[in-house]
Structures are given as C-alpha cells and as structure tokens.
C-alpha cells in the first residue's frame, strides 16, 4: 500500500529568485516531505507520474533496467513519440544503446583524456590570451566558457577549424530553448546534413580523430551521423554552461574563489563540488516496464518518472550542509553525470575541460569579478534542457591579470 505522500502540482524548472545556483523551490519544498511525489503529466491526457527528489532512489532508478530510457515509451504527452533515431543511444536501452555506446567507451578513457591535457591547455591559453588583448569588460560566456569546448570536441570528431563556429550557433539553437519550432527544425536539420556530409568525407579520407576510428566498424552513415549529433551536443553544451555557471557561483562566494587561487591542490575537489552543487543537467526521465516498488510505493508499468538530478545532488541525507559550496567538501558520489548504463560518456573528457579552464582562469585574472550587479545576470530560459547563463559580463585589473 502507498504511504501518504506529498504532490507536486506542476513540475518547476525555475530556480529561486536571487538564488540561480539552486534547485527550484518547489522540489526543495517537495523532498521535506519525501523522495518521492506524486506528479501529473500536463496536458489534456493528464498522464500522471511520479517526480523523484532523493539522492538513493534516483541513482536506484538509473541503475534499475526495469526503468526504460526509450523515446517512444515516454508517458507524458497525448500523442505517440517516435523511437529515436539510430546512433542517438541516449534515449535508447539495451541492446540497442550498447551497439553505439561499447565502441565509443575505449576512446573516452581517462587516460585517453589525460593525453589531451596539453592540447585543452592551449586552447585555453589562446581564449585567455584574447581576453587580455581585448581588455575588460568582456562576456566569459562567448569570450571563454563556449569556445574551449567547442574547440576540444570538434578536435576529437575531425570537425574542420573554419566550420567550428557554425556548429556552436546551431547546437546554441536547438539546446537554447528560446528558438521558435521553425528555428529548432531549421537548426536540427541543417547540423544533420552537415554531419552526414562530415561521415562520408570521413569514410573517404579518414584523419585521426574518433568519427575517423568509428568509419572502420559496421556502424551505418545514419549511425554515424546520430551518434556525432549526440557526442557534439554533449561535448559542447554541458561543459560549456558549467565553465560559465561554475565562476558564476565562484565570484559568488569569495572566500572559496581565493581559496582555489591560494592552493592548486584544489582544482580537482573543486570541479567535483561545482559539478553537485549547479547540476546543470537538471532531470531526466525514465518509464516503468512493470510495476516496481520504489520508497514504500508501487510505479505501475508505463508510468513516467522525472528524475531530479539537482535536487538529488542537493539531499541533506548525503551530503552535509548541501546547500553550501564547499570546495574542501570530500568529493566523490554526485550524480552530475547521472549514473548506471547512461553515466555520462564524456565524464572525463569534461573533468579535464573544467580542471584546466577553472584553473587557468583564476590564475590568469586574479582579480577578476562581475561587471554588472549578480541580479542583473540573465540565466538561460527555464525551458533549456542544461541550466546556465546567457551572458556573464565580467572585469578584472589590467596591471593585476598575470
């Protein structure tokens, strides 16, 4: 028998006002009361479902394959969706989503990524040294936290260096949430002709880069190309709004910015803490195959699940004081980068981005800070898919930048 438990009326995405690190109020509301609400689905059909909050019952029901990741199973509208396209294995499970995902596993090491530290490197060195040139004030959104990575994940799938700008401004479209249905098909369909033409030059003329190693297995183009669309997106967007986000919530707290630029032993623990405390993919979903017992309560099979990674991240019943950034908080156990089959592929490959940009960073521009009051800040819509900011203007001392 379900226990009583608490209703979550709609599903929030806001985050407090004045507070843009934070869960939305709601679900902070919502998990007082429990890890789990009940929740409907909006429109006509009223689908209900279920919105998780703690930190063991998500990362159980990543782990569990009696919960699906399957496009076309998803619960929530009054219409069929469609399975997702092949190569895009995200929202896809087994056996499915291992063929894309086993060949990619080796090519994200961390050794693998390691190697690359020198290459992250300079193309940090180059976007900080094009800072100092330009001189404050500058926005560190288009200045420093999009084009570094961009530039590493164009690297690693053989994107030509003049094609690299268009790339970013398509993915900034259909992961913005601002673009109109018309915008978001144009940009969705431009980005696939142009991965279908990068396959097959690939194909023909193979480089060293991991869609080069990939044209050598019995992935189809249209694999390929699906399995490209999801490695730009998430190479690109996720790190980029952490880069941005995170000093965002650094110069917010002063007395852990100095801390990191007094001691580099912290940059790891630092990324680490950054990565709980912003969450910036904030929830995903999952369906019931069968009916599943879950905190004292009965998922019935089809039932769609939302997955609060922040909130998650955020449960005073695993982490001490977790609503406080603290760098020196031993890491390890967010679920930033979701957990079980579908833990994020890149994990690595982003750690190394943060590491040597957030330090760099702070190194390069001692004195940087916001050039603008931190209310005037403009957070990316609600409706963006990764939490972040649309600008960060910022400054700093010209005679104090090293």
């Known amino acids: 028998m379900d226990k009583s438990l608490h209703t979550v009326t709609t599903l929030p995405t806001a985050r407090p006002p004045g507070c843009p690190f934070d869960p939305p109020a709601e679900l902070t ?21 279920w ?27 009054d219409f069929e969706l469609p399975p997702a396209p092949p190569g895009e294995f995200l929202l896809m499970d087994e056996p499915r989503h291992g063929r894309y995902r086993k060949p990619l596993v080796g090519k994200f090491t961390v050794r693998r990524m390691r190697l690359l530290t020198e290459r992250i490197e300079q193309i940090t060195a180059e976007r900080l040294d094009a800072m100092a040139e330009a001189g404050p004030p500058t926005d560190l959104v288009t200045a420093f936290a ?18 690299r700008g268009s790339f970013q401004e398509q993915i900034d479209t259909f992961m913005g949430g601002e673009a109109s249905d018309e915008e978001l098909i144009a940009a969705y369909t431009a980005t696939q002709e142009y991965l279908a033409e990068l396959v097959a030059a690939k194909r023909v003329h193979p480089t060293d880069d991991v869609l ?9 183009d249209q694999e ?44 790891d623990g630092a990324v680490e803490e950054l ?36 909130a998650a991240n955020r449960d005073p019943q695993r982490f001490a004081d977790p609503h406080v950034l603290d760098l020196h908080r031993p890491y390890g156990g967010h679920l930033a ?6 833990q994020c592929l890149g994990q690595q490959l982003a750690r190394v981005e943060m590491r040597v940009a957030f330090r760099a960073l702070v190194d390069r521009f001692p004195t940087l800070r916001l050039a603008v009051p931190a209310d005037e800040v ?4 609600e409706t963006a898919d990764i939490a972040g900011v649309k600008s960060l203007p910022v400054t700093w001392d010209e005679e104090g930048s090293r």
């Open 224 to 267: 390929l190309k699906g399995i490209s669309l999801i490695l730009l997106a998430a190479g690109f967007d996720t790190t980029a709004n952490m880069l941005a986000l995170g000093t965002f919530a650094l110069l917010q707290n002063p007395e852990q910015l100095a801390a990191l630029r007094d001691d580099p032993a912290l940059t």
């Open 337 to 342: 980068f979701s957990h079980g089959i579908h």
């Open 146 to 163: 999009k084009p570094i990575p961009t530039m590493v994940i164009c690297d690693l799938l053989g994107v030509p260096y003049e094609d």
């Open 51 to 77: 919105v998780i909050t703690g930190y063991d019952l998500v990362r159980q029901v990543l782990a569990d394959s009696r919960f699906s990741s399957r496009k076309e199973l998803m619960n929530v509208v």
């Open 29 to 49: 509301e919502a998990h007082r009361h429990g890890s789990i609400s009940r929740y409907t689905h909006p429109g006509p059909a009223a689908k209900p479902g």
């Open 275 to 310: 990565l709980r405390y912003l969450s910036v993919a904030k929830t995903f979903m999952r369906t019931a195959l069968e009916d599943v017992e879950l905190g004292g309560h009965t998922i019935e099979a089809g039932t769609t699940v939302v997955l609060s990674l922040h």
């Open 212 to 220: 080069s190693e990939l044209t050598g297995t019995d992935l189809t």
């Open 378 to 381: 403009v957070l990316r819509p």
